[in-house]
Each structure stands twice: as structure tokens, then as C-alpha cells.
């Protein structure tokens, strides 16, 4: 059975202190199916773009094992856009627009082929589309949601809703903040776990990434990079390659989640090296492996 991603797809305008560049690949969706392609496949989207969306970028995903069959493609529709600019401190990112066109009526529509999926991931959506997801789903054994301080601010009662139904949350330090109204993270952890996900992860950009689970606290560091090009799009590459992995040896154990967690820091550190989703297009499962080792070497000590 295919691991299931929903979100969104589109283009980017992205600005760094370094380089620009206008109408590149982007979208949640995309970031998340083509990090989780080096694990496992297939993997499946459901996602809406216009007609107007470049035939090359449904190649690329096509040649990286991406199912395409949920992704709806409207005659004479306009491409969801999004368009940033980074400070120089890459944390710090200013939105400059978001046009949502297409993606502003999109009504998911799962395969019937996926609906028996038993992994799926459900990308930065609004709530109310991630609750349609899994109403079309029949019993998903392993449910991975990613949300941003948008829904948290303006749907949060839909999103609760979302979260008594995931099994695994993925946020960062703002947004757990924000949706727990605590300031002190390792208690924020214990107030969003008891809305439900049995698993919080909380994003520390630079700083790594933690895992919460039943009085256990795994804490995993980030890469350590002199060149971060691009940060766009490194929270989904995280998701991707933490839900690949866990698809691909269907175990859902401490440990094995503990491994996730450095599989997707590696896939954020991919992919941030270049612009866009170029990061990870070229990349092979030894060059992951390899990455693999070296985040075990960083944390090894007597
Ligand atoms: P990230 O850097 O992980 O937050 O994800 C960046 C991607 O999210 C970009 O490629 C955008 O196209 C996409 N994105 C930005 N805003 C939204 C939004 N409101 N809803 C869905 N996707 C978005």
C-alpha cells in the first residue's frame, strides 16, 4: 500500500541574501513526496495545480516514483503561488504573498485506491481539508500532520478536531507555543500530546529537533551547515523523510521513530542546500545513508 500525501503544490518566488529565484517547484506536498521517495514507494499525492502549472515539474515528480492519480489538474485554473524573502538570519522569514487560485476550492479527492492507506501524511492544509482527508480514509493505522501558526491562529477549533485523529504531530517551536500557550516547550509537549497525538515533534530550526512520547524525550541535532542556500520547504523535507522511513519498515517502535527523526534531519539538511526542491532531486540512498552515519558520529560519546 502507497504512502498518501495531501497538501499543497505550486511555485515560489524566493528571496535569500544570497540569490533569487521566481516561479520554482514548491508547495508542501511536493517537499514531502520527494524526500519520502528515497525510502519507500510508491507514494501517492492528492493535490490540486492549474493548467497553467510546467509540464517538466510533473516529470521530475513522475521520474521520482511519485503517483500522480490524485492530483487534479483545472482547465483554465491558476497554480496555487507563494512568494518569501529570508533575513539574514535564515530563521526569520517575511511572507511577501500568497495567491492561493486554485487551491482555495481545492476539494481533495482520494483514489479509491488509496483509500485503504494505512500511512499517510497530511501536509500544511487547512484543517477542515485535512478532517475531509481522513473521512475518506478507512482505518489509517499511522497518521503524520504537519499545521502553521495560520491555522493555529484562525481555525484552531478545527484543528483540535484534526489532532484526536493523528498520530503524529510535527510543529516548531513557535507554533507549539503558540497552540499550547505555554512558553516552556517540554510542558507545551505534554499539553498538545494530550490533545492527542501519541507523538509531538517539535522543530528547532538550527538547533535540531525533539521527539515526545510517553515520558521519553528524544533529542536529535540539526546538520551542522556552513551553506544554508534555501530553507523553504525543510520542515516538509523532514516530514517526508521521518514518514518514508517509518513506511518503508513498517515499525512503529521508540527506537525505530528515534532513526526517523535523523532520517528527516538528514532530508531538511538536503534540502536545504540548494534552491527549491533541487536539493533533493539528485540525491541517492547511499548519499542519505552516509548522512545518516555522520548525525550517529556527531552524538556518539563515552
Ligand atoms: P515550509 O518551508 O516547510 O514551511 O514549506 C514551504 C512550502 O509551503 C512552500 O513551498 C510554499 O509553497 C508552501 N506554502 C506556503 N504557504 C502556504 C499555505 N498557506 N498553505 C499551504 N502551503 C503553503
Not at 544570497?18 to 501517492?44: E, H, R
Not at 522569514?93 to 482555495?104: A, G, I, K, Q, S
Not at 504531530?169 to 500530546?193: G, T, V, Y
Not at 532531486?281 to 545513508?289: G, K, M, N, Q, T
Amino acid at each position: 500500500m502507497s504512502l498518501l500525501v495531501v497538501g499543497s503544490i505550486g511555485t515560489d518566488d524566493i528571496e535569500t541574501p544570497f540569490d533569487k529565484i521566481n516561479d520554482a517547484l514548491g508547495g508542501s506536498t511536493t517537499y514531502i513526496s520527494l524526500a519520502a521517495s528515497y525510502f519507500t514507494a510508491p507514494v501517492s499525492i492528492v493535490g490540486v495545480v492549474g493548467d497553467d502549472f510546467n509540464k517538466e515539474y510533473i516529470k521530475m515528480l513522475e521520474e521520482h516514483n511519485v503517483d500522480l492519480e490524485g492530483l487534479q489538474i483545472v482547465e483554465g485554473g491558476k497554480t496555487f503561488r507563494y512568494g518569501c524573502k529570508y533575513q539574514y538570519d535564515l530563521n526569520v522569514r517575511d511572507t511577501l504573498f500568497t495567491e492561493l487560485n486554485v487551491f482555495e476550492h481545492f476539494n481533495p479527492v482520494i483514489p479509491d485506491k488509496e483509500r485503504k492507506s494505512s500511512f499517510v501524511v497530511l501536509g500544511n492544509i487547512a484543517p477542515a481539508l485535512q478532517i475531509n482527508v481522513l473521512n475518506q480514509l478507512y482505518n489509517p493505522k499511522f497518521v503524520v500532520c504537519d499545521t502553521m501558526n495560520f491555522w493555529i491562529e484562525r481555525t484552531k477549533e478545527e484543528l483540535i478536531e484534526v489532532l484526536k485523529r493523528v498520530n503524529v504531530l510535527i510543529i516548531n517551536d513557535s507554533e507549539a507555543r503558540l497552540l499550547s500557550q505555554e512558553p516552556n516547550l517540554i510542558k507545551a509537549a505534554r499539553m498538545i500530546r494530550e490533545l492527542g497525538p501519541e507523538y509531538l515533534i517539535i522543530k528547532k530550526g538550527e538547533h535540531g529537533a525533539m521527539l515526545f512520547a510517553d515520558n521519553t524525550i528524544f533529542s536529535a541535532p540539526a546538520y551542522p551547515m556552513e551553506n544554508i542556500f534555501d530553507p523553504t520547504g525543510a520542515g516538509d523535507a523532514f516530514a517526508g523523510g521521518f514518514t518514508g522511513y517509518l513506511h518503508k519498515n513498517q515499525t512503529l517502535d521508540f527506537e525505530n521513530m528515534k532513526r526517523a527523526v535523523v532520517y528527516g534531519s538528514v532530508m531538511a539538511s538536503f534540502c536545504v542546500e540548494k534552491f527549491s526542491t533541487k536539493g533533493l532531486e539528485d540525491l541517492s540512498y547511499l548519499r542519505i545513508h552516509d548522512r545518516f552515519l555522520e548525525f550517529r558520529e556527531l552524538t556518539k560519546f563515552n
